[in-house]
T-cell receptor, first 115, second 113 residues
């Protein structure tokens, strides 16, 4: 069965510093990986995805993520954090070897950027 | 485009009452989903649909029912509300193709007392 782990419940970073939000996954087929962000009292917004191709994918708001097949990871990164990046971040996976299965989400990581 | 629209935004139910959470999308997406979000637990899939007339259970379907009579609408029905169903409910949709991302509604915050 497919699964996602986000090992950190909370990540704190100073404004202007680089940030990383970690995600590891488990699927039997090819992984289709996604990052979403949730601001308070809002729905989830799509940030970026990895389907195939370059291991480094770029997304909205200056975020990027690196796919690492050997470590089964898809960490979200940003070179310089903003206070407005403070939100709840979700990693999700779909098993590409099992047809159009629904996304499976991690438990989320709360990012707090401190001015 | 309006995207995915959920109504109501907030609701308080008494134990044993029933209600329907509405979800509609105007993007002509075949795939639609209902998730619930509980603090620290991420999103759990309740039901999903791959097209009009087709629905399937997700991870946590007990206590819920769905129907998909049109491409646009995917209502979620709670027949006998229980305190364990207190949660935030999200509807999502996506077009066909394994690599497509899902679009989410704003959510319905439900409290059962």
């Amino acid at each position: 069965a497919q699964s996602v782990a986000q090992p950190e419940d909370q990540v704190n970073v100073a404004e202007g510093n680089p940030l990383t939000v970690k995600c590891t996954y488990s699927v039997s087929g090819n992984p289709y990986l996604f990052w979403y962000v949730q601001y308070p009292n809002r729905g989830l917004q799509f940030l970026l995805k990895y389907i195939t191709g370059d291991n480094l994918v770029k997304g909205s708001y200056g975020f990027e993520a690196e796919f690492n097949k050997s470590q089964t990871s898809f960490h979200l990164k940003k070179p310089s954090a903003l206070v407005s990046d403070s939100a709840l971040y979700f990693c999700a996976v779909r098993d590409g070897g099992k047809g159009n299965t629904p996304l499976v989400f991690g438990k989320g990581t709360r990012l707090s950027v401190i001015a | 485009n309006a995207g995915v629209t959920q109504t109501p935004k907030f609701r308080i139910l008494k134990i044993g009452q029933s209600m329907t959470l509405q979800c509609t999308q105007d993007m002509n997406h075949n795939y639609m989903y209902w998730y619930r979000q509980d603090p620290g637990m991420g999103l759990k899939l309740i039901y999903y649909s791959v097209g009009a007339g087709i629905t399937d259970k997700g991870e946590v379907p007990n206590g819920y029912n769905v129907s998909r009579s049109t491409t646009e609408d995917f209502p979620l029905r709670l027949e006998l509300a229980a305190p364990s169903q207190t949660s935030v409910y999200f509807c999502a949709s996506r077009m066909g193709g394994q690599g497509t991302e899902a679009f989410f509604g704003q959510g319905t915050r439900l409290t059962v007392v």
